[in-house]
């Protein structure tokens, strides 16, 4: 009886031949090509592992203290047969998965448009991707579709067999979007902007979750991603443009406060460069845009008089000390810092 418990796991495996391993199920055509990629990587490695462990079985048995019929060498230490077997195998399994991996990541790269939308299926002449911009908050998701005029909280709608392009940041710390059922995972953070794009290719309701953590309310930072037919995706976004409620600067910033468990919200208006001051991360009243800041003149746009204007301590001020002296020491640093002075002290240059 008391191995009863240590027995209940192996009894409830029946139990999970239901079970859809989304992951190597998906429904969009990145998951499936990417899932494609796992089994081919895995099977290329069971080439090596799988042998290994019978012929490690094999030799125990064969080569065991009873077995008295097996050849005994003991100056044998060289077969030019099992070296090959050796080395040439791992070494083609390692070119096979090289190959596979540089062909798949060029392919796969989230950033790249789509080829296709399934296999033998191209991208429709003149279908144009949707936009969705994301803004993972504390914590939660924001989907903002700037071509319908819409935003939502936690709930993200796509058309089936269309292209999606994503715009990701992040309000405030580093996240990771993923709907393990259309794509890999990718990150999200403060002031930068990353991009996905996936498609789903059957109507349902698939898990959307955040991978990275990031803080006390990560575990129920999940949402709701829905496939809908064009038409449904019409319905639904009229049906959000009617709500009334509109998604501007004072409603994104108290949205941006964090929260957890928080339900569907839907805005059926939105300020258009809303999404590109979050990136920049000047939502707030009176604070500069990262563009701004960052727009400054480099020393190859300078003019003349510019240079060598800098207020910074290491600037020269006037000639080094050993310029009339080759060899003094003054002459090892490039710089001549001015320390500052302490109370009570004389400042001091120090070569």
Same mark, same amino acid.
């Given at each position: 009886m008391n191995r009863l418990p240590r027995l209940l796991p192996l009894l409830a495996l029946p139990l999970t031949a239901g079970c859809d391993m989304v992951v190597l199920n998906p429904a969009g055509d990145v998951a499936r090509q990417q899932a494609n990629l796992i089994l081919w990587s895995t099977g290329l490695m069971l080439l090596i592992i799988v042998p290994v462990m019978a012929l490690t079985v094999l030799f125990a048995w064969r080569y065991r203290a009873k077995n008295q019929q097996a050849d005994y060498r003991p100056d044998w230490d060289h077969s030019t047969i099992l070296e090959l077997a050796i080395w040439s195998a791992p070494l083609l399994i +390692?070119? !096979?998965?090289?190959?596979?991996?540089? $062909?798949?990541?060029?392919? %796969? @790269?989230?950033?790249?448009?789509?080829?296709?939308?399934?296999?033998?299926?191209? +991208?429709? !002449?003149?279908?144009?991707?949707?936009? $969705?911009?994301?803004?993972? %908050? @504390?914590?939660?998701?924001?989907?903002?579709?700037?071509?319908?005029?819409?935003?939502?909280?936690?709930?993200?709608?796509?058309?089936?067999?269309?292209?999606?392009?994503?715009?990701?940041?992040?309000?405030?710390?580093?996240?990771?979007?993923?709907?393990?059922?259309?794509?890999?995972?990718?990150?999200?953070?403060?002031?930068?902007?990353?991009?996905?794009?996936?498609?789903l290719n059957r109507p349902g309701t698939f898990e959307g979750v955040s991978a990275n953590y990031s803080g006390a309310g990560f575990s129920d930072m999940r949402f709701p991603t829905l496939a809908v037919d064009p038409t449904g995706f019409d319905r639904w976004a009229a049906m959000v443009k009617?709500?009334?409620?509109?998604?501007?600067?004072?409603?994104?910033?108290a949205l941006e406060k964090p929260s957890e468990r928080v339900p569907t919200i839907r805005f059926g208006a939105i300020d258009p460069a809303l999404?590109?001051?979050?990136?920049?991360?000047?939502?707030?009243?009176?604070?500069?845009?990262?563009?701004?800041?960052?727009?400054?003149?480099?020393?190859?746009?300078?003019?003349?008089?510019?240079?060598?204007?800098?207020?910074?301590?290491?600037?020269?001020?006037?000639?080094?000390?050993g310029k009339g002296e080759p060899g003094d020491d003054s002459n090892r640093n490039m710089t001549r810092l001015d320390t500052r002075a302490l109370p009570g002290a004389r400042p001091t240059g120090r070569g």
């Open positions: +390692v070119i !096979a998965l090289g190959a596979l991996t540089w $062909v798949s990541t060029h392919t %796969l @790269d989230p950033y790249r448009p789509l080829g296709r939308i399934a296999a033998g299926r191209p +991208v429709p !002449a003149g279908q144009k991707p949707l936009e $969705v911009q994301v803004v993972s %908050l @504390d914590w939660k998701w924001l989907f903002i579709y700037p071509e319908q005029g819409i935003a939502t909280v936690n709930e993200l709608v796509v058309p089936v067999d269309r292209q999606v392009r994503f715009r990701l940041t992040s309000s405030s710390v580093m996240n990771t979007f993923y709907v393990p059922a259309m794509a890999g995972m990718i990150y999200t953070m403060p002031g930068m902007e990353t991009k996905l794009h996936a498609v009617g709500g009334g409620r509109r998604l501007g600067q004072a409603e994104y910033l999404f590109g001051r979050i990136v920049q991360m000047c939502v707030r009243p009176g604070q500069r845009c990262m563009s701004g800041d960052m727009h400054t003149k480099g020393a190859m746009e300078k003019a003349p008089e510019d240079l060598g204007t800098s207020p910074h301590m290491s600037a020269p001020h006037g000639d080094a000390s």
